[in-house]
């Protein structure tokens, strides 16, 4: 079956720096990726859907600049959370959705972010 | 518009015995319903998936889910609790036509008695 992939799967970071988020279709072409945000013990909550090729539309009251999607290929999208602070750790997991066939919805691993 | 209403947030089973995880829907649209496991710090798994098709689904470890639109429900049940089965399970609706857009429900917390 269709693999998305997430690097990296855990990240330290110290508050006031950057971190990067790849989110990668291993076996398909993705022309739309998701990504969702999950607070321990909570659910998932929908951030941003980025489309190939042009800007990502965000979730209300989720801040674009301070999550930085670019989805600069089929394969590939990433996530950069600028100036993190320690209210940004979280659990983020990516979606891809195939551009062929029934249009599935395959979910990366996570990456648990911690900013200390 | 579109809801999920997963209707317990914990359920607890003692091992060998039936589970059943409620869910109930909204939709404008005809919807695609799914169930997702997610297991500590771990990613979701997909357990099963309805698509208009037949409304008993069967997915894998052994749960199922049926559809009842008169109802909207679609709860998951699995005849017998193993410990393995412990984890976080979510119910997803997702509309397909008028733009694709995926709703999870809260959650529904599994535990497993030995």
């Known amino acids: 079956g269709a693999v998305v992939s997430q690097h990296p799967s855990r990240v330290i970071c110290k508050s006031g720096t950057s971190v990067k988020i790849e989110c990668r279709s291993l076996?398909?072409?993705?022309?739309?990726m998701f990504w969702y945000r999950q607070f321990p013990k909570q659910s998932l909550m929908l951030m941003a859907t980025?489309?190939?090729?042009?800007?990502?539309?965000?979730e209300q009251g989720v801040e674009k600049d301070k999550f930085l999607i670019n989805h600069a290929s089929l394969t590939l999208s990433t996530l950069t959370v600028t100036s993190a602070h320690p209210e940004d750790s979280s659990f983020y997991i990516c979606?891809?959705?195939?551009?062929?066939?029934?249009?599935?919805?395959?979910f990366g691993p996570g990456t648990r972010l911690t900013v200390t | 518009a579109q809801s999920v209403t997963q209707l317990d947030s914990h359920v607890s089973v003692s091992e060998g015995t039936p589970v059943l995880l409620r869910c109930n829907y909204s939709?404008?649209?005809?919807?695609?319903l799914f169930w997702y496991v997610q297991h500590p710090n771990k990613g979701l798994q997909l357990l099963l998936k309805?698509?208009?098709?037949?409304?008993l689904v069967k997915g894998i470890n052994g749960f199922e889910a049926e559809f009842k639109k008169s109802e909207t429900s679609f709860h998951l049940t699995k005849p017998s609790a193993h410990m393995s089965d412990a984890a976080e399970y979510f119910c997803?609706?997702?509309?397909?036509?008028?733009?694709?857009?995926?709703?999870f429900g809260a959650g529904t917390r599994l535990f497993v008695k030995a």
């Open positions: 076996d398909f072409q993705a022309t739309t």
């Open positions: 979606s891809a959705r195939d551009q062929q066939g029934v249009y599935e919805q395959y």
């Open positions: 939709s404008s649209y005809s919807p695609s």
């Open positions: 997803v609706v997702r509309r397909n036509t008028g733009g694709f857009k995926t709703i």
């Open positions: 309805y698509t208009s098709a037949a409304t």
């Open positions: 980025s489309n190939e090729g042009s800007k990502a539309t965000y």
